[in-house]
């Protein structure tokens, strides 16, 4: 099974991040010249990082995973003047560690490695371009990030208000000026073109000017249902989950947005006071979908709270298409209007999966 294995990694994790770099340094010695003094433990904390994808991969029985990391992790190092050749030797350095550690238990973790190498040097990422003038709200969007990318966060506004004096709904300003917005936000951080400063400011700047549409937001007709959103512990990216939860306001839902540092046992005891009929949970970097994983197992094994649908969504759930089942949910959505339409359906049944 890959979760024994995978489970073993996790928890030797540092230890094994430790071996790969003395091999690569000894193999290597020119790398001491190349990265300073530095270098042993920036190699060591990348390889730490490598190893959280591997075994949530390995927890998914999805390559899928650990290819798209690799693929990431390609654009982000070489845009830093970092070469592929270093991550695809930092790669089979890992596979020798997990061959002498591991043996023939450790196969399905170097048939993974294996086959990121390969992934690796069949061609050169590609950059994705979330904004095109040829998308819904494309002009706007452009606008929107240039003022932002500007620090002009009262521009960016004004884009926004004049969607709004337009008639334009809050769900499309929301899926085609602020959501495509992160994502080149995301994209452009990879490539080394801004800051986590500018990262930060942008995503702070979205969050205030989303307050201002509230007033359309809660104008809706209550249904009697209640949602709770939240981000597992620890995740950086909370904003679409706050999107999400707007998306079922609008739709009459009672909603109660728990942001992303709320502990599980928090979030069960939440669920239970507010009689919920949903918990939408967001995953948005695939090394904590085993925390998706935890706090369902902690709503399920709740007397209180057995009774709630849980729907869960974020990248991984995207890229592994029976990942939901999983981790134990009800069911997954890829964006926020399928969220909303999916919730209702989950709480308009009794009981089983959908």
């Known amino acids: 099974m890959n979760d024994g294995v995978a489970e073993k990694i996790s928890e030797e994790k540092e230890r094994i991040a430790e ?195 509230y007033p359309q937001i809660f104008s809706t007709k209550p249904n009697g249902k209640t949602m709770i959103g939240c981000a597992v512990a620890g995740e950086l990216h909370e904003l679409g989950i706050r999107m999400v939860t707007d998306f079922f306001e609008m739709d009459g839902w009672d909603t109660y947005y728990l942001g992303a540092n709320m502990p599980a046992r928090e979030i069960v005891n939440t669920v239970a006071e507010k009689n919920a009929d949903l918990l939408a949970i967001s995953v948005t970097i695939p090394v904590r979908v085993h925390l998706a994983r935890e706090l369902i197992a902690a709503i399920r094994s709740d007397e209180r709270t057995t009774s709630v649908k849980v729907l869960t969504g974020g990248y991984p759930f995207l890229r592994v298409s029976n990942l939901w089942r999983q981790v134990g949910a009800d069911g997954s959505a890829a964006s926020a209007r399928e969220a909303v339409e999916t919730g209702n359906q989950l709480a308009s049944t009794a009981g089983g999966t959908s």
């Open 19 to 213: 071996e790969v770099t003395r091999l690569l340094f000894t193999d290597q010695p020119e790398l001491e010249k190349r990265y300073g003094s530095s270098g042993r433990d920036k190699c060591t904390k990348d390889t730490v990082y490598h190893l959280g994808y591997l075994v949530e991969a390995l927890r998914a029985s999805s390559p899928v995973i650990f290819n798209d990391y690799v693929e990431w992790a390609d654009v982000m190092l070489s845009s830093r003047d970092i070469p592929v050749d270093d991550l695809i030797r930092n790669i089979s350095s890992l596979e020798r560690v997990l061959i002498v550690r591991f043996g023939k238990e450790g196969s399905s973790a170097q048939a993974y490695l294996q086959g990121a190498r390969k992934h690796l040097k069949s061609g050169k990422s590609e950059r994705v371009h979330w904004i095109s003038r040829n998308r819904p709200l494309g002009k706007e969007a452009g606008q929107y990030l240039e003022y932002l990318l500007d620090g002009d966060r009262r521009a960016a506004t004004e884009v926004i208000d004049r969607l709004v004096d337009q008639d334009v709904s809050v769900q499309d300003i929301y899926e085609y000026v602020f959501q495509v917005s992160q994502y080149e936000i995301g994209a452009l951080w990879q490539q080394n073109e801004i800051s986590v400063a500018h990262e930060h400011f942008c995503t702070a700047a979205t969050q205030t000017i989303m307050a201002r549409l």
